[in-house]
């Protein structure tokens, strides 16, 4: 015990962030896959959902709350949990638009697919982005030294230099909802072109999805 409150001690205050809104939005963003109609499916409906929240449980729920250093295969482990889920929602988003084009989709569900598509959408690019920002959510977690992670993006709180201010899932998920509404930064600029083309990749599927949907409205009030 001694030994560890030395380590602690010496890396600074580990402090960090409720896990509350991750797993709310994460499991909101996995209950949607089982309401999607058969049309857009690839594999069945409860294979996401049951695969995310087997993931999710020791990820989120187990790591974050433990205070102590994060480890290499955790940290790997966490970023291929929030890759995987966005890329699954990119096939999703990729039938609904094959649905829309084709004209497949009836009148009554392009709006509630193309919806639940596009929140998951966000959800899963807050998720990455919380965790590939400054080393992730467990290194910013540790106040009173320099953060070794990549800095990604600049939030306004961090504008004027160096800061004990930390952002958290929330400042991310605002920030991935204003790139899909807005297509391109708003407060909070990317730094990298990792960041760039992960919000490039995000702001192209919003501005399809939104493009087809007012195609398709145009088109039903015809």
């Known amino acids: 015990m001694a030994e560890r409150e030395t380590i602690r001690q010496s890396e600074g205050i580990l402090g960090g962030e409720s896990p509350l809104p991750v797993i709310i939005a994460t499991l909101l963003a996995l209950c949607t896959y089982l309401f999607l109609p058969e049309s857009v499916q690839f594999v069945p409906s409860w294979v996401v959902p049951t695969v995310g929240i087997g993931m999710l449980v020791p990820l989120v729920i187990i790591k974050r709350l433990r205070k102590e250093p994060e480890q290499t295969?955790?940290?790997?482990?966490?970023?291929?949990?929030?890759g995987g889920l966005t890329l699954v929602n990119q096939f999703y988003v990729v039938r609904v638009i094959i649905e829309l084009v084709g004209g497949?989709?009836?009148?009554?569900?392009?709006?509630l697919v193309t919806l639940s598509v596009?929140?998951?959408?966000?959800i899963a690019y807050a998720l990455l982005y919380w965790?590939?920002?400054?080393?992730?959510?467990?290194?910013?977690?540790?106040?009173?030294?320099?953060?070794?992670?990549?800095?990604?993006?600049?939030?306004?709180?961090?504008?004027?230099?160096?800061t004990e201010w930390r952002p958290v899932y929330i400042d991310y998920a605002y920030f991935s909802l204003s790139n899909m509404m807005a297509f391109s930064p708003t407060d909070t600029m990317p730094l990298t072109w990792q960041a760039?083309?992960?919000?490039?990749?995000?702001?192209?599927?919003?501005?399809?999805?939104?493009?087809?949907?007012?195609?398709?409205?145009?088109?039903?009030?015809?």
């Open 196 to 222: 760039k083309s992960l919000m490039g990749a995000q702001a192209l599927t919003g501005f399809v999805l939104l493009a087809l949907v007012i195609s398709r409205a145009v088109n039903i009030l015809d």
């Open 104 to 111: 497949r989709a009836s009148s009554g569900s392009v709006l």
């Open 73 to 82: 295969w955790a940290r790997w482990a966490a970023i291929a949990f929030a």
């Open 131 to 162: 965790e590939l920002d400054n080393g992730g959510p467990v290194e910013r977690r540790v106040k009173g030294r320099p953060i070794r992670g990549t800095h990604h993006f600049r939030f306004p709180q961090q504008e004027d230099g160096p």
């Open 118 to 122: 596009w929140v998951t959408n966000v």
